[in-house]
Antibody
Framework: EVQLVQSGAEVKKPGESLKISCKGSGYSFTSYWIGWVRQMPGKGLEWMGI????????RYSPSFQGQVTISADKSISTAYLQWSSLKASDTAMYYC??????????????WGQGTMVTVSS | EIVMTQSPATLSVSPGERATLSCRAS??????LAWYQQKPGQAPRLLIYGASTRATGIPARFSGSGSGTEFTLTISSLQSEDFAVYYC?????????FGQGTKVEIK
């Protein structure tokens, strides 16, 4: 079964760092782009950026460039989303999702279950 | 950045009725458009890609149409499990933006 399994919920304080993960299984992890999508409480979906684990080619939305870092470790089929200094406005559900082809020009066909990040003093 | 505008924001429909959701792009995205369904507390699920191709396992009552800047998702006969929020997404240009969503609720 093709699936993406994300790390568990996090509660952090402003200024702290964080790295959440997304582990792929059931397919060739290095052959598909993986993306991250933010959903703030009660709001819609926001496309953050994507990475190709095969060569770590990474693209960011201008809204998130410089705010987060997307990476991947192909040896363990895992993608990451990290923050160096969290803000309260980073409180959201974060989804990873696979792009359904070897090109970034396709839809997200497989989604992780989501990781809730709460940032509060 | 391409802006995706969905209408209406909320659609009230009775079970068994037809639902028509719209998505408009601020510039042409060709047929590089997807539709997703999201139920409360769940991750989104891909329904349609390429503007009109149903994803694996998606019932035939879901259909997509359109190209360029105007797109439609039609649910031919609403079932109880179809009440949810629906998002369109263009993947033709960077960044690959989503619409703000249409909530389909029970009338």
């Amino acid at each position: 079964e093709v699936q993406l399994v994300q790390s568990g919920a996090e509660v952090k304080k402003p200024g702290e760092s964080l790295k959440i993960s997304c582990k792929g299984s059931g397919y060739s992890f290095t052959s598909y782009w993986i993306g991250w999508v933010r959903q703030m409480p009660g709001k819609g979906l926001e496309w953050m950026g994507i990475i190709y684990p095969g060569d770590s080619d990474t693209r960011y939305s201008p809204s998130f460039q410089g705010q987060v870092t997307i990476s991947a470790d192909k040896s363990i089929s895992t993608a990451y989303l990290q923050w160096s200094s969290l803000k309260a406005s980073d409180t959201a559900m974060y989804y990873c999702a696979r792009i359904g082809a070897g090109t970034p020009y396709n839809a997200f066909d497989i989604w992780g279950q989501g990781t809730m990040v709460t940032v509060s003093s | 950045e391409i802006v995706m505008t969905q209408s209406p924001a909320t659609l009230s429909v009775s079970p068994g009725e037809r639902a028509t959701l719209s998505c408009r792009a601020s510039q042409s995205v060709s047929s590089n458009l997807a539709w997703y369904q999201q139920k409360p507390g769940q991750a989104p699920r891909l329904l349609i890609y390429g503007a009109s191709t149903r994803a694996t396992g998606i019932p035939a009552r879901f259909s997509g149409s359109g190209s360029g800047t105007e797109f439609t998702l039609t649910i031919s006969s609403l079932q109880s499990e179809d009440f949810a929020v629906y998002y369109c997404q263009q993947y033709n240009n960077w960044p690959k933006t989503f619409g703000q969503g249409t909530k389909v609720e029970i009338k």
